[in-house]
Nanobody, 124 residues
Framework: QVQLVESGGGLVQAGGSLRLSCATS????????MGWFRQTPGKEREFVAA????????SYADSVKGRFTISRDHAKNTVYLQMNSLKPEDTAVYYC?????????????????WGQGTQVTVSS
């Protein structure tokens, strides 16, 4: 079994920054590809960013490209999402996700493991 635990969410003013962390734990393996998704009430969960096992390949949603950076630290079993120049429309619950697939995956349906989510609120 794999557990994902997010932290780092909170309230920030527009233009500010936050760094989300996702700590992974499991007895048998660590997820290969990791991703971040977000969801607002009444809307479907949407892709934000993904990173492959080596960290050498990443992908971002157009809405966050140039502002958000995904990274991972295998020594700490942690994935990060650095969010800069935050906008009110970035307000959402952010979820960390993992998959055993080594290919970079962008769809909600591609991920087997999910965290509980952390709230990010950006005030105008």
């Amino acid at each position: 079994q794999v557990q994902l635990v997010e932290s780092g969410g909170g309230l920030v003013q527009a233009g500010g920054s936050l760094r989300l962390s996702c700590a992974t734990s499991g007895r048998t393996f660590s997820p290969a590809t990791m991703g971040w998704f977000r969801q607002t009430p009444g809307k479907e969960r949407e892709f934000v960013a993904a990173i492959n096992w080596s960290g050498g390949t990443t992908s971002y949603a157009d809405s966050v490209k140039g502002r958000f950076t995904i990274s991972r630290d295998h020594a700490k079993n942690t994935v990060y999402l650095q969010m800069n120049s935050l906008k009110p429309e970035d307000t959402a619950v952010y979820y960390c996700a993992g998959t055993k697939d080594f290919a970079l995956r962008l769809g909600v349906q591609d991920y087997e493991y999910w965290g509980q989510g952390t709230q990010v609120t950006v005030s105008s």
